[in-house]
């Protein structure tokens, strides 16, 4: 074990120490349905970029019981790798964790390390939401209620009941990212059946409202499919940018909470 290793783990210690003594302080949470994932669950994705065999992203819910200050929490990790000769110019190593509140469906604590072709993030959020505070590397922001962080956005957003949704229909999610409280807007779009690797599924396509001229031409340059099941996993995001072209297909899935839409 390296040092840098065990500086690392040594860090996260102390952080998950932190989010124990925070939580006592946590004296209420909403109580959120929950029917789309459950421990144990594991998603990894492939990411082309054009032709090119880019990177693979894995997010699972650890199978372990977790408890903080006897609250009952799914332990979330998400990691992103690049692999192939995208990797020789643009070395990705990213890893999240987030704490989610099983109850509540919103996070206590948020772990975010990034290593982006050299530029580095180290982020540590403990969020209280007794008095909607996030303490973000020891500096408080005041934010509003049920506020989600950069991974448990992804969790709580498979939760919404989208059964009565209409064609152009628009949810807000709130998230702290990067110190500031930015609201996640989806449209949502339509169904559609899709051809995936698993076979034809049944999925709901949505379309975030985005910023345009940054990284995007217009508006609609993203969307996102996910299965039109109680799962609501992504099965597909595809994005049109400035510079080409990305997609994100689910490559395998294993302990989904229900079975998937799959068209016999």
């Known amino acids: 074990m390296n040092a840098t290793t065990v500086k ?10 932190m989010c124990m003594i925070a939580s006592n302080t946590f004296a209420q949470y909403r109580k959120h349905e929950n029917k789309a994932f459950e421990k144990g669950e594991q998603l990894v994705y492939r990411i082309h970029y054009g032709i090119i065999d880019a990177g693979v992203a894995e997010i699972e819910v ?27 110019f643009f070395k ?20 975010r390390r990034v290593d982006e072709g050299g530029y580095k993030i180290s982020q540590n959020y403990l969020y209280n939401h007794t008095t909607n505070v996030v303490q973000a590397d020891g500096k408080p922001f005041s934010v ?19 059964s009565n949704a209409k064609v152009n229909d628009i949810f807000t ?15 949502y779009v339509g169904k559609e059946i899709i051809k995936t690797e ?6 709901l396509k949505f379309r975030p409202i985005l910023q345009k001229g940054r990284i995007f031409k ?34 395998s899935c294993k302990n989904t909470r229900s079975n998937l839409s799959i068209v016999k």
């Open 8 to 17: 690392n783990r040594t860090a996260t210690t102390i952080i998950l120490v």
């Open 62 to 88: 650890r199978d372990e019981d977790k408890v903080f200050a006897g609250r009952n929490v799914f332990h979330c990790v998400g990691k992103g790798y690049s692999k192939g000769a995208f990797d020789w």
């Open 92 to 111: 990705v190593r990213d890893r999240y964790e987030t704490f989610i509140d099983r109850e509540g469906i919103v996070p206590i604590c948020f772990i």
């Open 144 to 162: 509003g209620a049920h506020m989600q962080d950069m991974l448990s956005a992804f969790y709580f957003a498979r939760t919404i009941d989208y």
């Open 173 to 187: 999610i709130p998230a702290f990212v990067d110190n500031e409280t930015f609201n996640l807007k989806i449209k």
């Open 198 to 203: 698993f076979g034809n599924m049944r999925c």
């Open 218 to 251: 217009h508006e609609e340059d993203l969307n996102v499919w996910i299965t039109d099941d109680d799962n609501h996993i992504p099965i597909r995001a595809q994005a049109d940018i400035l510079v080409g072209a990305i997609k994100m297909d689910l490559q």
